[in-house]
């Protein structure tokens, strides 16, 4: 049970390209639309139209700035949810088996029947991708939407993840890291796709895509602009006599 | 990390009352009869109710026998077990000292061990978090167990032993809050590491995920609580360590023992409030919070 499985058939998981991030948190509502209904108890909010709200969220979006040594700031929006480990301390500590890892596809899961709610799979991981639900006293996780991608009541085109789905920026993508021939695998070989935190140990299967670098601001923003002929012309006519006089008064 | 009163009751008592049955079960004292019970029943009162308030905190109570399943990979599982094993070999090794005026040495030792290595399984739950960087080192074990049989030794009123205890748990203490101030930094762990584009440049937290707060925020950053930290570590260790330690050396009385050990667990308790209280978890980073 909370004994990892020593190889997955599939590692299925996600990668989030931090280049085309618009930082909309939209995947962050479709998450919580789509699995406050399905898979488990819902995700409660407290004080949701109160001075003090609060709830649960399996995603969450987080803005940061990076300041190179030379030249501007970069703003970079983040998403971050479970990053689905292949060394997820989480399943390792819980003491009930309720949290377990699958061998077929990797994904990892919480039974909630069996969630004593300690929280300490909570405090084993660093990525702050577990939340304990304050209504119902269970750990709730991503579950890559598990109720989604088999679903075959669902058209073949819903059968990813509901964030996935919903990015209106294609920043988020859904597929099989463990086959090198896959389209997110080679896009991570591509795009030089990073790791969250490595020298902790959890080998996470999600991977980030960093941002590219931006253009740099020259003085002259457009080079064709001293080709072009200018827009405004002299007045000529009723409008040119107009402009003199107006121009004399 | 949240300091919540359930996690500081449990580890400060129950370590407390499995170190006066580690001793117990030694025979220091070798007490039968009225008194043995007496001792007893102190011993397994603070034990039992540390692992009830242990359960205070959890979202389902009454699952938690669950909790036995999974030993193999979960320390929190081993906890279970270590405890319930010392509290049965101790139930028994109690009866035959109070009831039969017997003394059944090698279950006493057996009970003993069990003892000790339900506190250490209890300090491993926290030393395994490497998302703690002050909690994983080897210095917490150390800390649990030396805790554990300063008071034992106290509560068991081996005065000559609790002595050296309580001078190595100072000790221990010491290197414990030294070593834990340095650890986050010394993890390698910051917000570059954690969003990867450290690499490209200073990384600062512009914008939360949302305007109020959250289950992350209220259990791993605790900042409020850590501003008389250092007032507080001077009174932790001067009522845990320095004022029984004088009290120990000055001509022995029973209210001079009894002021040692009560002043030896409000000093215990301070401590593992900052354990807490101090602890940064690294999901903080994320939030540009410690």
């Known amino acids: 049970m909370t004994q990892l499985p020593t190889s997955t058939d599939r590692k299925m998981g996600l990668v989030i390209d931090l280049d085309t991030c618009v930082g909309c948190h939209a995947c962050v509502i479709s998450c919580k639309g789509w699995n406050t209904e399905n898979y488990g108890a819902p995700l409660s909010d407290q004080d949701a139209y109160g001075g003090n709200p609060s709830g649960t969220f399996l995603n969450r979006v987080h803005s940061y700035e990076v300041q190179p040594e030379q030249g501007a700031a970069q703003l970079i929006h983040f998403p971050k949810s479970c990053l689905h480990c292949e060394d997820a301390p989480c399943v390792t500590v819980c003491p009930t088996g309720a949290s377990y890892k699958r061998a077929e596809d990797g994904i990892v899961l919480v039974n909630e029947s069996d969630c004593i709610g300690c929280g300490l799979c909570a405090w084993s991981c660093p990525y702050g991708a577990r939340e304990l639900d304050q209504a119902e006293g269970v750990m709730k996780k991503c579950t890559l939407c598990v109720d989604r991608i088999y679903n075959e009541n669902l058209p073949e085109v819903d059968r990813i993840p509901s964030c996935v789905r919903t990015c209106p920026a294609g920043a988020r993508h859904f597929g099989d890291l463990g086959d090198p021939e896959s389209d997110v695998s080679k896009l991570v070989a591509e795009r030089g796709g990073m790791d969250l935190m490595p020298e902790m140990g959890t080998k996470p299967v999600n991977k980030y895509l960093p941002p590219r670098p931006k253009d740099k601001i020259e003085d002259q923003i457009d080079i064709l602009a001293p080709l072009l002929a200018p827009v405004a012309d002299e007045p000529k006519g009723f409008m040119g006599w107009l402009d003199k006089a107006l121009e004399k008064l | ?290």
């Open chain 2, 1 to 290: 990390m949240h300091p919540a009163p359930s996690v500081i009751i449990f580890t400060t008592l129950s370590g407390l009352g499995f170190g006066l049955l580690f001793f117990l079960g030694l025979g220091l004292p070798a007490v039968s009869g009225t008194v043995a019970f007496i001792f007893f029943a102190i011993a397994f009162g603070l034990a039992v109710a540390g692992l009830l308030a242990s359960t205070f905190h959890l979202g389902h109570p009454e699952r938690a026998w669950k909790a036995f399943t999974q030993w193999k990979t979960s320390w929190l599982s081993r906890e279970g077990w270590c405890a319930v094993i010392a509290l049965v070999v101790m139930g028994l090794y109690a009866i035959s000292v109070i009831f039969l005026d017997q003394r059944w040495g090698v279950l006493g030792v057996i009970g003993s061990l069990a003892s000790l290595a339900t506190v250490f399984t209890t300090s491993m739950i926290y030393t395994q978090l490497k998302t703690i960087p002050r909690w994983n080192m080897k210095l917490t074990p150390a800390m649990f167990l030396s805790f554990s049989l300063a008071g034992g030794a106290l509560l068991a009123g081996q005065m000559r032993l609790a002595l050296p205890f309580l001078l190595i748990a100072a000790l221990v203490q010491i290197l414990y809050w030294r070593q834990g101030d340095k650890a986050l930094a010394a993890s390698g762990t910051d917000l570059g590491t954690a969003t990867g584009l450290g690499s490209r440049g200073t990384v600062r937290a512009f914008e939360p995920p949302h305007t109020g707060t959250n289950y992350l925020l209220r259990e791993f950053v605790h900042v409020v609580g850590r501003k008389h930290a250092e007032k507080l570590r001077v009174i932790a260790f001067a009522l845990a360590f320095v004022l029984p330690v004088i009290l120990l050396v000055l001509p022995f009385s029973h209210f001079f023992a009894l002021l040692a050990i009560l002043s030896h667990l409000a000093g215990v308790a301070t401590s593992r409030w900052l354990f807490f209280a101090q602890a940064e978890h690294v999901v903080g980073l994320y939030y540009g919070k410690r």
